[in-house]
């Protein structure tokens, strides 16, 4: 399951993790955030140890939304070794993700 990442925990979970991080900027009120859902949560089963996923909720953690420029939801940022290295935004196909991710694990 896809973890829960929030102002509190997001600079041990995120930017210390040595691990590609995978994060979806997403709102309870945002239906293209709740379409892609079941993509995020499928791609945290199938990358489970190998990449770090997560969401955060933009409603409840504004500071982070702020700090990484989110104007648009769903966002989804690519985080590896501290710093963003790449972002989706918008409603997108599986693969899509999985592209990103593969490019930035190696």
């Known amino acids: ?8 925990n997001f600079q041990t979970e995120v930017l210390s993790s040595e691990k590609l991080s995978m994060i979806d900027f997403w709102a309870e009120w945002c239906g293209p955030c709740r379409a892609i859902g079941p993509i995020v949560e499928e791609i945290s089963k199938e990358y ?25 939801i769903p966002a989804i940022l690519f985080i590896k070794d ?10 997108q196909p599986k693969g ?8 930035h694990m190696a």
Not at 1 to 8: Q, R, Y
């Open 1 to 8: 399951m896809a973890k829960e990442f929030n102002d509190n």
């Open 48 to 72: 489970e140890g190998k990449v770090n996923v997560g969401k955060v909720n933009v409603d409840h953690n504004p500071e982070l939304s702020i700090n990484y420029g989110i104007t648009s």
């Open 82 to 91: 501290g710093k963003v290295v790449d972002k989706l935004v918008g409603a």
């Open 96 to 103: 899509n993700f999985l592209k990103k991710i593969e490019a």
